[in-house]
């Protein structure tokens, strides 16, 4: 079984910074995109970040251009999203994905198979 799992939550003010890992048991079994949502209570869930193949350079939400950065270690199969000047709006709990099937590939994890728990992110004003 593939575990995906999430630390770095927590609460910060508005402006900070925060950064996610999220650990994969099985990089294989998820090597062809992994991504980073988020979900706020009452609203639908949205994709933040993600990476594809070899890619180098995740695309993002037009929502976070400019303060979030996502980066893959393959060394330690970790996916990380950086998190700068958080805005109350950010509030959300954030959840890690990853797929190893091509149609995710082309479709940049849309709609991933494997999910981690979720970690909450709270950003105070």
């Known amino acids: 079984e593939v575990r995906l799992v999430e630390s770095g939550g927590g609460v910060v003010q508005t402006g900070g910074s925060l950064t996610l890992s999220c650990v994969v048991s099985d990089f294989r079994k998820g090597r062809f995109c992994q991504a980073w949502f988020r979900q706020a209570p009452g609203k639908k869930r949205e994709k933040v970040a993600d990476?594809?193949?070899?890619?180098?350079?995740?695309k993002y939400a037009d929502f976070v251009k400019g303060r979030f950065t996502m980066s893959r270690n393959n060394d330690n199969n970790t996916v990380y999203l950086q998190m700068n000047n958080l805005q109350p709006e950010d509030s959300a709990e954030y959840y890690c994905?990853?797929?190893?099937?091509?149609?995710?590939?082309?479709?940049?994890?849309?709609?991933?198979?494997?999910w981690g728990q979720g970690i909450q992110v709270t950003v105070s004003s």
């Open positions: 994905a990853a797929d190893d099937r091509w149609s995710e590939y082309l479709a940049r994890c849309e709609s991933p198979e494997l």
């Open positions: 990476l594809v193949g070899r890619e180098d350079t995740a």
